[in-house]
């Protein structure tokens, strides 16, 4: 079993910064990718950001040059700068994990429980 643990989502202004981490623990035999998703209220779930075990990076268009993903392999863990943050970037984000866990040949994706972030004069 993996387990992936969130943290730090806070109230903060626009204009401010928050720094999302995740860390994965448990039976782990390879990562593929990390990344982060989010959810408003009455919206689907969207990708925020996504990086490979390659190093490389997706963006969603609404957070390129504010928000930066980076990656501690020999931590399993997974970072979200967020930069400039405006009121829409309000909701609950999701770290992701497409992971190999040794019980087949295929990855699987595990959730963390989410962490509620909240930009707001």
């Known amino acids: 079993q993996v387990q992936l643990v969130e943290s730090g989502g806070d109230l903060v202004q626009p204009g401010e910064s928050l720094r999302l981490s995740c860390a994965a623990s448990g039976r782990i035999f390879s990562i593929n990718a990390m990344g982060w998703y989010r959810q408003a209220p009455g919206r689907q779930r969207e990708l925020v950001a996504r990086?490979?075990?390659?190093?490389?990076?997706k963006y969603a268009d609404s957070v390129k040059g504010r928000f930066t993903i980076s990656r501690d392999n020999a931590k399993n863990a997974v970072y979200l700068q967020m930069d400039s943050l405006k009121p829409e970037d309000t909701a609950v984000y999701y770290c992701?994990?497409?992971?190999?866990?040794?019980?087949?040949?295929?990855?699987?994706?595990?959730w963390g429980q989410g962490t509620q972030v909240t930009v707001s004069s």
């Open positions: 992701n994990a497409n992971l190999n866990d040794g019980s087949s040949w295929y990855n699987i994706d595990y």
């Open positions: 990086i490979r075990s390659d190093s490389s990076t």
